[in-house]
Every structure is written in C-alpha cells, then in structure tokens.
C-alpha cells in the first residue's frame, strides 16, 4: 500500500468516514471546508494520528496549515519528514 | 403546579430480547430470557445491551459520525420523546435540556484513558476526550434537535434521575422555560462488569446469585400542567430525595408502587424488602436490565403501560436515603 493510500485508510478510520472509501477520495481535494468537509477537531485528531502512524509531528499552524490541505499535499510532508528523520 | 409529561422515548436492552416489552410489570410474566453472559468469570450475570442504529430515522449517518454509543442511546431516546410528544407541544426556542446519568460515557472514558497511559498526554485521542465529558450527550441533544434553551447535565449516581427532573420541576414552575426535555442514559462496559463480579463477590457474600445490567435512555417531554386537553401520559405530583435511613418510605395511598431496586447495597436491598413485607400486594420490584438511572426507564416504561391511575417509583440509595415520584394519570 502506498503513502496516499495509507492517508486515506488513516483519515477514514480515524475520524470515522464511514460513507466515503478511499477511491472516492480526490488527492487533490480539499480536507476542510469543501472536499472531505473536516472541521478543528478533525485537525487536532489527524495530528496526533499521524504521530501514532508515520511518527511524524506538526509542531505548528505554519507547519500544519500548508501540509494539510489535501491527501498530496500531507504525502509529501510525511514523506519528506520521513526522509529526513532517516 | 404538577407537571405534565407529553412526550416519552425509550431505548433498552429488552425491546430485542421480547416482543412485549409491557409485561417488564406483569408479575405473572414468564420473565425475559437472559441476556448475554457477562465476560468474565461469573455465573448468572447477565447484560441486556441496547442497539440505537434506528437513530438514523432522526439524524443523517453523518451528523453522527463522531457520535458515540453513549450519546446515540440518549439522542436516539430524546428523539423518540419529541416524535412522541408531537410538534405542537414545545418550542425549541423554550425548551430546555436535562440529561441524567450515573457513570457518562463509560467506554469512550476507558478508551481515552487507555490512549492516555499507552501513548503518554500528547497522543491521547481528542476525539475520545471530547465524547467521554459527561455533557456529551446533552449537548449533541441540543445542537442535533436545535433546542436553544439551557443545557444542562447531573451527575449523581443512583440519584442522577431524581435530582434532573426536580430541576426540570423548577424551571418549569419559575418560568426558566416553557418546556423541558429531560431524561436519563447510562452505558454498561467491560469494566461494569468487571465490577458487577467483584461486588457481587464482595457484597453480595454469593458470586452464583444472579444479576441483571442493562443500559439504556429514557426521555420525557414535560411542561407545566395548563388546562388539560388530554395530550397528556399524566402529571408528576411529587419528586423527592430523602436522605433519613430512619424515615419509613412514604407512599400515596392507592398507589402502584415500582421499586427500581437493581443495587449490590444490602442497606438498600432490606429497605426494599421491609416495605414490600409491611405493605404487601401493590408493589413491584423491577430487578432487570439495571444501570444507575434505571428508575427513569422504570417511569417511562410504567407510564406507557400500566393502567394504575396512580404509580410510585421509588429507588432506594446506598446511603439509606430513597428518590421518589408519584405519577397521576388525572
């Protein structure tokens, strides 16, 4: 399973999408307000989730905010803290 | 002025397990089957588990997503008293909230504390810390439903469910609001019955005696008595606490009287067991399905089916008080 496909199985499970699957969801589309619609509780959650699952941490709104607009846009962040971790 | 009681919404256990949920006050009943075996290392205990996937007739799949079990039985209940009561009954802008419980959100409290000792403070699950406040439940009530008037949640044990509607009483009779939906919910966990064997063990002095827990949400729509135009179940006379062990309990004469008498408390138990002795036939024990604010379930069930012009429920309280309730049909 690739990274976007382990977002996507994260962001369901995790924030309980139960009517949406991962192949409906856009890469590109927007996580908040339009797109999957989540709101700042969702945010806090997939924060503290991404810790548990990729032991990645935003530490801040300057971080978090471009990293988490859309699933392309939180691979790549997870992937380059990956990177750099190892 | 009594109160009247417009609207009731039950969620329980025993709705799947018989078909006629009635005769929970039938004395010739041939009872219901048990429910499912308590994990663990006990004989005869046994929990009725309550199902609100019918919730989905009131509030879409998605509003509920972040929703737990806890909250789904009290929305689902509160949904089914507002249904019941009708909508010419109460005004959302005049309504308000009262939701009783004895423990909260049980098994999402364990779980965020669970989060909580394996992954350390910063990656404890928010969402579990949210639902596991034991408000939860009264405030999805009244953003779902859109009531605007106050909210509010009480917490005390076995008393949680006398102690709301003499509140609800209140801001009825001060004119707070015009309408209160006011109710009770409890959850059964692992760890109840985890403690249901032990105290059964260590209190009950027989861990082969047999025990009942449930879990469930009983609501009422309630408003001051006006002039009666028979949309009323009936009227709260009388809602109390008593704190005397000393004081005999006191009941209308003529009543039905309901004991909701689920407690390992052996105080309690012989205070049931001394009135029923004293006074004889018009009394019943309601022993099943038992959770902290089972003597809501007990009003609500009885109300809708009992014929007695005049029921009593009484629930004796580990500290040798009682709450009590007289309800008049007329």
């Known amino acids: 399973m690739d990274l976007k496909d382990r977002l996507k199985k994260m962001i369901i499970e995790e924030l309980q999408l139960e009517e949406i699957t991962a192949e409906e969801i856009d890469d590109d589309a927007p996580l908040f307000g339009e797109g999957l619609a989540l709101d700042s509780l969702d945010a806090v959650e997939l924060v503290v989730q991404l810790q548990i699952y990729f032991g990645v941490e935003i530490k801040s709104i300057d971080e978090g905010r471009p990293a988490l607009q859309s699933v392309n846009t939180l691979a790549a962040f997870v992937e380059e803290r990956m990177v750099e971790a190892t | ?330």
């Open chain 2, 1 to 330: 002025m009594r109160i009247a009681v417009h609207g009731i919404g039950l969620v329980s256990g025993l709705d799947t397990r018989h078909s006629d949920v009635g005769s929970i006050f039938d004395q010739d009943s041939p009872g219901f089957p048990p429910g499912e075996p308590i994990p663990g290392n006990c004989r005869n205990k046994y929990v009725y588990r309550s199902d609100s996937s019918n919730l989905a007739r009131y509030v879409s799949k998605k509003r509920l997503r972040r929703v737990d079990h806890y909250s789904r039985m009290a929305l689902l209940g509160a949904g089914r008293a507002l249904e019941d009561a009708g909508q010419n009954q109460f005004s959302r802008d005049t309504t308000g909230v009262i939701v009783a419980s004895g423990h909260g959100a049980l098994k999402t409290t364990f779980a965020f504390l669970d989060s909580y000792i394996e992954k350390g403070d910063k990656l404890s699950v928010p969402i579990h810390f949210s639902n596991s406040l034991h408000n939860a439940a009264a405030s999805y009530i009244s953003m779902i439903y859109g009531i605007t008037g106050p909210c509010l949640t009480v917490s005390q044990f076995d008393m949680s469910f006398f102690s709301a509607l003499i509140t609800a009483s209140v801001w009825i009779r001060q004119g707070v609001v015009a309408s209160v939906l006011v109710g009770c919910t409890d959850e059964f966990s692992d760890v109840t019955g985890y403690c249901i064997h032990r105290f059964s063990e260590e209190k009950g002095g027989n861990r082969d005696k047999g025990y009942s827990a449930g879990e469930g949400a009983a609501f009422f729509l309630l408003t001051g008595e006006g002039e009666p135009d028979g949309s009323a179940y009936g009227y709260f006379d009388e809602i109390c606490m008593e704190n005397s062990s000393d004081r005999e309990i006191d009941v209308p004469e003529g009543s039905l009287v309901i004991f909701s008498s689920g407690t390992f408390d052996r105080c309690a138990r012989d205070r049931v067991n001394g009135f029923i002795e004293k006074n004889g036939a018009d009394v019943f024990v309601h022993d099943v399905a038992n959770f902290p604010t089972d003597s809501g379930f007990d009003a609500a069930f009885a109300i809708r089916e009992k014929q007695a012009e005049r029921l009593c429920f009484v629930k004796p309280a580990e500290n040798g008080g009682y709450g009590k309730i007289v309800f008049d049909k007329n």
